[in-house]
C-alpha cells in the first residue's frame, strides 16, 4: 500500500471525494457560462493596445479531473497585433491547444474551466473578454470574429455531406441572413477559388472522400475563412501533408491573410514553419510561456536553455553534426508542478541560483522576454563563467542556422 501511495495511488474514497469538489467548483462555472440575456456590458472590455486582434493575459485553464487538477495552462500572458502571425511552438503537452481551445471557449466542458485571467478579443467597435463571456454570445462569435483550422481536416468534415453543403451551411450560419440559396452558393464557390481550387463547381458536388488531403485543407481553410474572421487559429494545420503540399498551404494561408487583413495564431512542433511563417514567436513549456519575442529575437538570439535545445535538436540542411542534440529528461507531471523552475531537472545550464522559486519574466528588449535565471542582472558573473560551456556556442550557433534556413526557404 505505501508503495502504491509513493506512485501517486488514489484510493476509492480519495477520487470520491476529488470527485465532489470538482462538480462543486464547475458546477458553478457552467452556471456563469450557461446563463441567459446577459447584458453585454459584462464582458465587454477595453483592449490594452487597440493594435492587438487578441490579448491573452494571466490566462489560466485547468482540467478538474478525478485524479487531481491539470493545471494544463498556468498563467500564459502574450499578444496577438493585428495582421501578423504569431507561432505558438512547444514540445507535446505543453498547453499549445489548450490555450487556443480557451480563446474559441471549445475547452471539453465541464472538466475543462478557464479559472481566472482574461482573453481580450478585438472586434474593431468594442472588445469582449472571453473569459468572462457567456455560451449564448459565444455561438455567434465564432466562426465569425475567430474561427479555427484543425490538424485533420476529416475532423471539420462530414464524411456523409457534399462539400458545397457543408460550405454553405457555415456562410448560411453565420453570414446568411437575407441571402437566398443561390447567393449562398455563389458566396461558396467564391470562396472555393480563393483556396485555390479549380474547377469549384465540380468540387462543389463532390464528397470529401473524393479530394485528396491537401485539397481537404483547402476545403476546411475556406470554411474557416469564409466569414472574414479577424483571427484564425492554425492548430498543426499541415502536420499530416507532405512538404511540397505542406508549403503550398502555408503559401496560402499568408495570401489569404494579407487580403482579408486577419491575424494568425499558428501552433506547431516545427520551427521551419515557425521560421517561414511567424512575425513572432511565443515558446511554451509545461503551461507557461518561457520566452516570447520577434522571430528575430527568438531564432538569432535565443535566450531560454529550452528554447536553445529546441533549435539545436532540429536537423539543418547542410549542417553535419555526429549526433543530433536531444533534450534530456521529460516534462514535469502537470498534476503536481515543482515549485522552482519547471524546465531545471533537465536544464543543462542551471546555475546554483537555480533552486529558488519559478523565475520571473526579465524583459531583454521591448519585444524580447525570458522566464530564467540566467537573464537576471544580478547573476551575470555566474552566466559569464558558464558562457564558455561548448554546447551553449554549438546550440546558439544551430538557432542561427535554422533561421537562415527558412528564409531562404530551405527545407528543414
Ligand atoms: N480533456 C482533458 N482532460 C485532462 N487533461 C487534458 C485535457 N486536454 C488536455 N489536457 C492536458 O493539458 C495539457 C496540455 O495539453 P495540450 O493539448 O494543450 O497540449 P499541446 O501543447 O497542444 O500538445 P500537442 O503538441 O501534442 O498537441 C496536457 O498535459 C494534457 O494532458
Ligand atoms: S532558470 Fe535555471 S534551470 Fe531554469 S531554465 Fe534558466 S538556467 Fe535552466
Ligand atoms: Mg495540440
Redesign the pocket.
Known amino acids: 500500500m505505501a508503495k502504491k501511495k509513493e506512485a501517486g495511488y488514489l484510493s476509492g474514497k480519495e477520487i470520491r471525494a476529488i470527485s465532489k469538489a470538482n462538480r462543486k467548483i464547475t458546477g458553478e462555472m457552467e452556471k456563469k457560462w450557461k446563463r441567459k440575456n446577459v447584458p453585454e456590458e459584462e464582458y465587454l472590455t477595453t483592449m490594452r493596445d487597440p493594435a492587438n486582434a487578441v490579448e491573452f493575459d494571466d490566462l489560466h485553464t485547468y ?1 478538474f ?1 478525478d485524479a487531481g487538477t ?1 493545471k ?2 498556468d498563467g500564459v500572458s502574450f499578444d496577438v497585433p493585428i495582421g501578423k502571425t504569431v507561432g505558438v511552438v ?10 487556443s ?1 480557451s480563446l474559441m471557449q471549445l ?2 466542458r465541464p ?2 474551466q478557464i479559472v481566472s485571467g482574461h482573453i481580450r478579443l478585438n472586434l474593431g467597435s468594442k472588445a469582449y473578454d472571453i473569459s468572462q463571456i457567456t455560451q449564448e454570445r459565444m455561438q455567434k462569435l465564432r466562426g465569425n470574429a475567430v474561427s479555427m483550422i484543425f490538424q485533420e481536416p476529416m475532423t471539420s468534415l462530414n464524411p456523409v455531406f457534399r462539400i458545397g453543403d457543408q460550405v454553405d451551411e457555415v456562410i448560411e450560419l453565420h453570414d446568411g441572413e437575407g441571402k437566398s440559396k443561390e447567393e449562398i452558393k455563389a458566396r461558396t464557390i467564391k470562396a472555393l477559388e480563393m483556396v485555390g481550387i479549380a474547377n469549384s463547381e465540380g468540387v462543389y458536388s463532390m464528397f470529401p472522400h473524393e479530394l485528396s488531403g491537401g485539397m481537404r485543407q483547402r476545403i476546411v481553410i475556406a470554411m474557416a475563412l469564409a466569414c472574414n474572421p479577424k483571427v484564425i487559429i492554425a ?2 494545420p499541415t502536420t499530416a501533408l507532405d512538404v511540397t503540399i505542406q508549403a503550398q498551404i502555408l503559401d496560402l494561408l499568408r495570401d489569404l491573410k494579407d487580403k482579408i487583413n486577419s491575424s494568425i495564431m499558428l ?1 506547431t ?1 516545427d520551427l521551419g514553419v515557425i521560421a517561414e511563417m511567424a512575425d513572432y514567436v511565443v515558446v ?1 513549456y509545461a ?1 507557461r510561456v518561457i520566452e516570447k519575442g520577434t522571430a528575430e529575437d527568438i531564432f538569432y538570439h535565443p535566450a531560454h536553455p529550452y528554447t536553445i535545445g529546441l533549435m539545436a535538436s532540429k536537423p539543418v540542411v547542410g549542417r553535419e553534426v555526429d549526433e543530433l542534440y536531444s533534450i534530456p529528461g521529460k516534462v514535469p507531471n ?1 498534476i503536481n508542478m515543482p515549485d522552482y523552475c519547471y524546465f531545471r531537472d533537465r536544464c543543462e545550464m542551471r546555475l546554483p541560483c537555480c533552486d529558488g522559486e519559478y523565475p520571473c519574466e526579465i524583459s531583454l528588449s521591448d519585444t524580447h522576454k525570458v522566464s530564467c535565471y540566467r537573464a537576471y542582472e544580478a547573476y551575470r558573473d555566474l552566466v559569464e563563467q558558464s558562457a564558455k560551456n561548448p554546447l551553449l556556442a554549438q546550440m546558439q550557433a544551430a538557432a542561427g542556422e535554422l533561421k537562415e534556413g527558412g528564409e531562404k526557404g530551405g527545407e528543414i
Open positions: 482540467f479531473t491539470v494544463s495552462v512547444g514540445e507535446s503537452g505543453c498547453g499549445k491547444s489548450v490555450t481551445l475547452l471539453q472538466q475543462g492548430d498543426e501552433i512542433h511554451m503551461g502537470p
